[in-house]
């Protein structure tokens, strides 16, 4: 399960406006993760969690 920076929220499925971070560290309670200063985050809107394997959307958040 993956964890992807996208350019909007409807663009879950649409790779080209997004990029690959993490895989997800845990299933509930907070979570941080290091984003690399070569990523120019005015490009992206969000954060979506999403599991390769079945293709299945599971959460989405606001960038703030």
Known sequence: IG???????MCIRD?????QLTQ???F??????????EVDLDKYKGVVI?????SQ????ADLE
């Open 15 to 19: 790779r080209s406006d997004s990029v």
């Open 50 to 54: 999403w599991c390769e394997q079945f």
């Open 3 to 9: 964890v992807r920076l996208v350019g909007s929220e």
């Open 57 to 60: 959307f599971m959460s989405y």
């Open 24 to 26: 997800l560290k845990q």
């Open 28 to 37: 509930s309670g907070f979570s941080s993760y290091d984003i690399s200063e």
